[in-house]
T-cell receptor, first 111, second 114 residues
Framework: QKEVEQNSGPLSVPEGAIASLNCTYSDRVSQSFFWYRQYSGKSPELIMSIYSNGDKEDGRFTAQLNKASQYVSLLIRDSQPSDSATYLCAVIFQGAQKLVFGQGTRLTINP | EAQVTQNPRYLITVTGKKLTVTCSQNMNHEYMSWYRQDPGLGLRQIYYSMNVEVTDKGDVPEGYKVSRKEKRNFPLILESPSPNQTSLYFC?????????????FGPGTRLTVT
């Protein structure tokens, strides 16, 4: 079982709708959670970081963390075609000195 | 502008010819790291550094070397590149001496070894 798992997609969402991206992680003590957006051939771009249970909102993006369920999600409201990209979930487990990435979910926003 | 830079951005080389990929950050970050990204395998850490003269192996260090003589620079060295090191390489940094906060990535270096 991979330490960080995402549905690879593709996930197709109509423009203006809410895109919901999910990520689960292994049963290890974890301390930091991140969502990165990556366009094809480009570097990962940090969108959201979340460190404690609950919701964190930043503009059209909301990250949700539930440590009891080992689950972190990203909601994108009012989806735009420019949101079409691969979204990478990353976790830092306690004591580790690296980001552990999921495989990424490819999101397509249809005009 | 705060940024992580990498050079070269694209490199095609032959097996066995030593090469260096440079990474530099202008944010006075303590922690720096190298990742490689491969289809189906995702992003994996090669080496990291928590400060000057402090480096350690990540998940896939074989065939790579690093050095951290200055805070801003963290070059990745391939002493004898092989075709299985063909990949997309990213350098990243964060302000803490530990990897618990947001990491910012450089633009990437696409390496092809023939």
């Amino acid at each position: 079982q991979k330490e960080v798992e995402q549905n690879s997609g593709p996930l197709s969402v109509p423009e203006g709708a809410i895109a919901s991206l999910n990520c689960t992680y292994s049963d290890r003590v974890s301390q930091s959670f991140f969502w990165y957006r990556q366009y094809s051939g480009k570097s990962p771009e940090l969108i959201m970081s979340i460190y404690s249970n609950g919701d964190k909102e930043d503009g059209r993006f909301t990250a949700q963390l539930n440590k009891a369920s080992q689950y972190v999600s990203l909601l994108i409201r009012d989806s735009q075609p420019s949101d079409s990209a691969t979204y990478l979930c990353a976790v830092i487990f306690q004591g580790a000195q690296k980001l552990v990435f999921g495989q990424g979910t490819r999101l397509t926003i249809n005009p | 502008e705060a940024q992580v830079t990498q050079n070269p951005r694209y490199l095609i080389t032959v097996t066995g010819k030593k090469l260096t990929v440079t990474c530099s950050q202008n944010m006075n970050h303590e922690y720096m790291s190298w990742y490689r990204q491969d289809p189906g395998l995702g992003l994996r850490q090669i080496y990291y550094s928590m400060n000057v003269e402090v480096t350690d192996k990540g998940d896939v260090p074989e065939g790579y070397k690093v050095s951290r003589k200055e805070k801003r620079n963290f070059p990745l060295i391939l002493e004898s590149p092989s075709p299985n090191q063909t990949s997309l390489y990213f350098c990243a940094s964060t302000h803490s001496g530990r990897a618990i906060y947001e990491q910012y990535f450089g633009p990437g270096t696409r390496l092809t070894v023939t």
